[in-house]
């Protein structure tokens, strides 16, 4: 059964960066079939999509978060990451990653998310 | 304000039906057959319902069930069981620009 586990600083200053890794086992990030995404989820709120990536690089982004994000691939290591510049409070949130099928998309295998706090 | 209107709760008692609904525009549900439902249930991970409308992956009860009307599609449960309460989430491809859009999610109760 394909798993993906999240891994990151649960707490991130204003204006700084927020890293996240996200570690896929019992199945390749390689597979052409798949792409690699994350979500997230302010408290008490609904879904966000943020972006997704394939084991070659391309990446489609949130265009309401474009121009802060970036994921990349490793493929060496089985993992995806995110990075979200500039963060601000807003930015608060359980940030889930997911596996995503086909291209219309849709998420069959999640992480169970991590927190991360923007906080002085 | 989320891409896709759901409505913010609804109710069942054990053993009825309940459909929820999750509208919005050609350039999403209505322009592609790639609409997906999550179930979550407090402090989990979304679990997939439905996928490109009305297909259930396997494991899913055929309790569950997806169906779409031109801009809004709907999941229906029946025969509800307490386990179903959850909130749902509806997500469809929104094209190449914004791939994808959620719903503002449905508080499912189960009287």
């Known amino acids: 059964q394909l798993q993906l586990q999240e891994s990151g600083p649960g707490l991130v200053k204003p204006s700084e960066t927020l890293s996240l890794t996200c570690t896929v086992s019992s199945g390749s990030i390689s597979s052409s079939s798949y792409h690699w995404g994350w979500i997230r989820q302010p408290p008490g709120k609904g879904l966000e999509w943020i972006g997704i990536i394939n084991h070659g690089g391309s990446t489609y982004y949130s265009a309401s978060l474009k121009s802060r994000v970036t994921i990349s691939v490793d493929t060496s290591k089985n993992h995806f990451s995110l990075k979200l510049s500039s963060v601000t409070a807003a930015d608060t949130a359980v940030y889930y990653c997911?596996?995503?099928?086909?291209?219309?998309?849709?998420?069959?295998?999640w992480g169970q998310g991590t927190l991360v706090t923007v906080s002085s | 304000q989320s891409a896709l209107t759901q409505p913010p709760s609804a109710s069942g008692s054990p053993g009825q039906s309940v459909t929820i609904s999750c509208t919005g525009t050609s350039s999403d549900v209505g322009g592609y057959n790639y609409v997906s439902w999550y179930q979550q249930h407090p402090g989990k991970a979304p679990k997939l319902m439905i996928f490109e409308v009305s297909k259930r992956p396997s494991g899913v009860p055929d309790r569950f069930s997806g169906s779409k009307s031109g801009n809004t599609a709907s999941l229906t449960v029946s025969g509800l069981q307490a386990e179903d309460e959850a909130d749902y989430y509806c997500s469809s491809y929104a094209g190449s620009n914004n791939l994808v859009v959620f719903g503002g999610g449905t508080k499912l109760t189960v009287l």
């Open positions: 997911a596996r995503y099928v086909g291209t219309g998309g849709h998420n069959d295998y």
